[in-house]
Structures are given as structure tokens and as C-alpha cells.
């Protein structure tokens, strides 16, 4: 009997290619973003690290079809940005982001159902009963459903934070990016994130994310990938456990940088000491 060859599982369905990236502002001519080579695949989770200015948030932007590259070519769930109608392409694309603009006075329920539509105001006449109920039913999976009726405003900053991503995901994307989720959570309300997210990659194994943050403790244990930028270009780029390193941040912040991990969360702090102390 002749034993058949082993088959590797098939890739993953590319969500995100970026090739020979590369973004200029018109009136300076500065470069942001320079040689950004970059693929990310179904049920990739990405942390998206760097210093203030290194590029981070107009590469966001590529991925999340705001703006057009200089140079290069970047596709988007199967699109090729400058030959799709990128309002169309956002509407299958989840966007967290502490700056969105959100009418404070809205119930929490009415935010969630303004992403089936990717809109700030609601469209009434868009929201069926499927759509109301898939609104509850995401704000009770993201344990907030108590807020269903809380206008917007009054919620606190975790909270704001939940419904957001519960807005995100009313669109059922395969693309979900997260633009410093954390900012100004106190640390229960971050751990609540973190454990959404967590539970986010396990209940939706097709779904890719990207996160772009500051602070690795900020990094959900299901984070898989990191890319690193230095001043618009990639530093590096792959697994977390290659890529999280004393020796690599070091080089990407430009500081002595200690890297430790704890049941699979990250900890980074200076490597210098203090004047005065051992």
C-alpha cells in the first residue's frame, strides 16, 4: 500500500495585500509611508505598533479605505483601492475609534444600529426587525445590554468603548480595525475590552483584526501577528512571539526596552534605570 503524501491546510482567504506601499503628502512632499509590503489573512489578529508619527494611522486609513496610496497598490477584501468605490468598500469594514463621531444624546441602541448603515445619524427606514434585534443582541453579547436605552453621552468611557465595537460589528465584517481602543480607560474597563475582543477572535474564527496601540499590556492574548514601524517603514513583521521583543521595540522606539509575557499577555517597560538606583 503506497502512503499518501501529507497536504498542508489550505491559506487562509486574504483579507488586506499591500505592496510597494507608499503615501507622500501632496504640499510637502514628506513621506509617510515608504515600502509597506503586507498581507493579512482571515482570523489574522495584528498589533500595529510604533512611535508617535511613525506612520500608523495613515496606514490604518489604507486598510480602512479613507485614503488613496502615493505608490504601490492596496487591496481590501478582494479590491483594489482606485477601482472601487470606497464608500461601498467601508460599509464591509469595522472601525473602532475612541474619535468617531457619535451623537451623544442617541441611545446606545440606536449607535449599534447606526453601523448596519454606517452612518452617524440613524436611518429610520433602513432598520427592520432583524436589525433592531441583531443591535440588542451584539450589546448583550459585548455584556452591555443594560445600556440599550443610556444615551450615548452618560456612558463611561468602557462602555462607550463596548458599544462601539458592538456598532462595528452590525455590519458583520470581515475586516475589523481598532485605532488606540483603550484611550483614557480606566484599567477595569480596559480588562473588559480586552476579554471582548479575546471572545471575539474564538466566536468568529474567520474575522481579522488590526489594533494599533501604544501599550502591549493593552494586547489581547489572541493578538498572533505584530507589525512594527519606524518613521513610515517596516521595522518588522510577523509572529508575536518573533516579533515582541526587548531587541526589536528597542530598535523601534529608540530606548532600552524589557519584554516579559504572563498567561499569554505582554509587558513592556524602559530597561533604564533611574538615577540613584540599582
Known amino acids: 500500500m503506497t502512503a499518501q503524501p501529507l497536504t498542508s491546510a489550505p491559506a487562509p482567504p ?3 495585500a499591500l505592496s510597494g506601499v507608499g503615501v507622500r503628502r501632496l504640499t510637502t512632499g514628506q513621506v509617510i509611508l515608504d515600502g509597506i509590503d503586507w498581507t493579512v489573512r482571515a482570523g489574522e489578529h495584528w498589533a500595529l505598533l510604533g512611535a508617535n508619527g511613525a506612520g500608523k494611522t495613515t496606514l490604518l486609513r489604507l486598510l480602512g479605505a479613507v485614503t488613496h496610496p502615493t505608490t504601490g497598490t492596496v487591496e481590501v477584501l478582494g479590491h483594489q483601492l482606485g477601482r472601487v468605490d470606497l464608500r461601498e468598500l467601508r460599509t464591509r469594514i469595522g472601525l473602532v475609534s475612541a474619535a468617531q463621531k457619535v451623537p451623544q444624546s442617541a441611545t446606545a441602541h440606536t449607535v449599534v444600529l447606526t453601523g448596519a448603515t454606517g452612518t452617524v445619524q440613524p436611518l429610520w427606514r433602513k432598520y427592520d426587525d432583524a436589525t433592531r434585534e441583531r443591535a440588542h443582541a451584539l450589546l448583550a453579547e459585548l455584556d452591555c445590554k443594560e445600556l440599550a436605552d443610556r444615551p450615548f453621552g452618560v456612558c463611561s468611557g468602557g462602555q ?19 485605532d488606540e481602543p483603550f484611550n483614557a480607560l480606566d484599567l477595569p474597563s480596559r480588562e473588559d475590552l480586552i476579554d471582548a475582543m479575546h471572545r471575539l477572535a474564538v466566536t468568529r474564527p474567520g474575522l481579522a483584526t488590526v489594533t494599533v496601540t501604544h501599550h502591549l499590556e493593552e494586547l489581547p492574548p489572541s493578538t498572533g501577528w505584530v507589525l512594527l514601524l519606524k518613521e513610515g517603514r517596516p521595522l518588522a513583521s510577523g509572529p508575536a512571539a518573533r516579533t515582541l ?3 526589536l521595540l528597542s530598535a523601534c522606539f529608540g530606548r532600552p526596552i524589557a519584554v516579559t509575557r504572563h498567561e499569554g499577555r505582554w509587558l513592556a517597560r524602559s530597561g533604564r534605570t533611574a538615577p540613584g538606583r540599582s
Do not use: K, N
Open 14 to 16: 486574504v483579507v488586506a
Open 160 to 178: 462607550r468603548a463596548r458599544v462601539l465595537l458592538a456598532r462595528a460589528l452590525m455590519a458583520d465584517p470581515a475586516l475589523l480595525l481598532l
Open 245 to 247: 521583543t526587548g531587541e
